[in-house]
Nanobody, 124 residues
């Protein structure tokens, strides 16, 4: 059983940056690919980014490509999401999730473990 705890959310002006962290415990972190998802009010949870077990492969939603960067530190059992050039439409609760499968999946239903989420609000 893997426990995930996100941090780093907050209020930022458009054009600003935030760095989210997700600390994992209770399992072998390097066995899991990690993903970031987000959910805005009234909308379905959507894929943001994914990183492979070793960190060598990354995938991004088109809406964040070139602005967001996912990384991981397996020695610290932590995955990060660096968010730059933030836009009001990035406002959402951001979740990290763990996936045992090695295929680059983007459907939130296929991830096994989830954090509680952290709020990101981007003001215009």
């Amino acid at each position: 059983q893997v426990q995930l705890v996100e941090s780093g959310g907050g209020l930022v002006q458009a054009g600003g940056s935030l760095r989210l962290s997700c600390a994992a415990s209770g399992g072998t972190f390097s066995n899991y690919a990690m993903g970031w998802f987000r959910q805005a009010p009234g909308k379905e949870r959507e894929f943001v980014a994914r990183i492979s077990r070793g960190g060598g492969s990354t995938y991004y939603a088109d809406s964040v490509k070139g602005r967001f960067s996912i990384s991981r530190d397996n020695a610290k059992n932590t995955v990060y999401l660096q968010m730059n050039s933030l836009k009001p439409e990035d406002t959402a609760v951001y979740y990290c999730a763990a996936d045992l499968n090695i295929a680059p999946r983007v459907d939130f239903r296929e991830y096994e473990y989830w954090g509680q989420g952290t709020q990101v609000t981007v003001s215009s």
